[in-house]
């Protein structure tokens, strides 16, 4: 990266940017419109939700399967409305703006159909067990997809937060243009809020099928979250007094990522506390505090420092963990720009930290991710010219349905292309793989999905990350 031009950074950066777009568009469920950019896909599930008579069709499928799985959907949407809200300058300036809203609006026009009723949310389409036991493109699948719901006798407070925290999240993305969109979306925020609050419990006791792939640790995280989004986008003091009134603000975390959000209600905290527009108190302070103690972590400055390895990349966990290296990346961007907008910074265990260091930091995470790494390859699909050429992803790895359309049968998928050592066929632009492991090694095998798999949660904050530093 040192020998580019300044031109030629930004160039790269936004390059990346673009590509991380369009995967959200090779991860599209439903009817394709018509100014689709990825044409290897075709229009799959259209009877999703018939078995309910709810129209569940649309949305993003999970990962390398065909399934539907809202909670980390939910948790991918509220970190692309995210990106969206803190970049949206940069994004303008890279002319992806539109685009973000785009990939934005096909999860919450998704998010809203799955909840019909104030107390009933849609949370799954597809059998887990069945959709991995196949290996088919969406386009000609013909596993099961049974609809799961929560609702007042089967709650998931989990599941409902997060989903409150992606629709309040993604009205502030909307607002500036099409304010009846974004006016809807927090109507649908608060209900389900209001629901989340008065039926505790969590989502896979209600809906075992996810248990096996998303269990959720406890519902108290998405709760923090969903106020702090609904008190950002209505400006309530409602929402605030249940941040305040906590009596959990989660400690000092270890990771940010779809199952613990409680890193993303103590940045959004502590930033309230750094702008001084509302009443500072005790609590406040206690969620700034939490923020800031993983940030010093991750900046090797805490009493808990994240691994880092010898290659420079923060290493949180062995299943896809560039997926937590992204999420920690945008919570690095975006206080970074607190600290710059309120002249402040952060007092470690082991020194001090400016705003500069935390946006050094994610521009090094960046880096690793797309090349400066000792394998040398990019670890997004479609970047640079050694990137994975075999991601885990059923769809990429089969013939497109553009070619041929002889539908592939749920075995013959995994004798025929599964286990081919070639490429995959379609390239699957933009996506980010698991990654490395804690050595910087990376086999780039398909059947490895612990770091061969791409997931939208791990691509969504770098959506932000990219735009922060391009």
């Not at 099961?144 to 992606?166: C, F, K, N, V, W």
């Not at 972590?297 to 896809?320: D, E, H, R």
């Amino acid at each position: 990266m040192s020998s580019m031009t300044l031109g030629a950074v930004s160039r790269h950066y936004g390059e990346a940017l673009t590509k991380t777009l369009l995967y959200f568009e090779a991860q599209r469920s439903g009817k394709l419109p018509s100014n689709q950019r990825v044409n290897w896909r075709g229009d799959s599930a259209l009877r999703d939700g018939s078995d309910a008579h709810v129209d569940l069709t649309g949305g993003y499928y999970d990962a390398g399967d065909n399934m539907k799985f809202g909670f980390p959907l939910a948790f991918t949407t509220t970190m692309l409305a995210w990106s969206s809200v803190e970049m949206a300058s940069q994004l303008k300036a890279h002319k992806e703006h539109k685009n973000v809203l785009a990939a934005l609006k096909w999860a919450t026009d998704y998010l809203i159909k799955a909840h019909p009723e104030p107390n009933v949310l849609y949370g799954q389409v597809g059998d887990g067990n069945s959709d991995h036991a196949c290996w088919m493109r969406p386009e000609d699948m013909t596993t099961p997809r049974p609809s799961y719901r929560i609702d007042a006798q089967h709650p998931g407070a989990d599941l409902a937060g997060e989903t409150a925290a992606a629709m309040a999240a993604a009205s502030l993305a909307f607002a500036p243009y099409n304010a009846a969109y974004a006016k809807k979306l927090i109507s649908h925020a608060k209900d389900l809020f209001e629901f989340a609050k008065a039926h505790p419990g969590v989502y896979h006791s209600s809906i075992s099928n996810a248990g096996g792939f998303y269990a959720s640790s406890g519902y108290e995280d998405e709760l923090l979250w969903a106020a702090a989004w609904l008190h950002r986008a209505t400006k309530k003091q409602i929402y605030l007094n249940y941040l305040n009134e906590a009596s959990n603000t989660g400690g000092s975390r270890t990771v940010f990522a779809w199952d613990d959000k409680f890193v993303g209600a103590q940045v959004l905290m502590a930033k309230l506390a750094l702008e001084g527009k509302v009443k500072i108190n005790k609590k406040m302070e206690e969620y700034k505090s939490m923020a800031e103690q993983f940030i010093c972590n991750c900046a090797q400055k805490g009493s808990n420092n994240v691994k880092i390895t010898q290659g420079g990349l923060l290493w949180f966990l062995p299943w896809n963990n560039l997926q937590y290296t992204t999420a920690a990346s945008f919570v690095l961007s975006a206080y970074s720009k607190y600290l710059k907008a309120a002249n402040a910074s952060i007092k470690c265990h082991g020194g001090s930290l400016q705003a500069s260091d935390l946006r050094n930091l994610a521009r090094a995470q960046v880096d690793y991710i797309l090349g400066s790494n000792p394998k040398n390859m990019s670890y997004m699909v479609g970047f640079g010219t050694n990137y994975p050429k075999r991601p885990h992803h059923r769809g990429a790895s089969i013939v497109s349905i553009k070619k041929n359309r002889t539908a592939v049968e749920c075995n013959a998928g995994f004798n025929d292309w599964y286990h081919s050592p070639a490429p995959n066929p379609n390239v699957l632009t933009g996506a980010l793989v698991g990654g490395p492991d804690e050595n910087d090694a990376y086999g780039d095998e398909r059947t490895d999905f612990q770091h061969s798999e791409p997931v939208p949660a791990t691509v969504a904050p770098f959506v932000g990350v990219l735009a922060a530093i391009a």
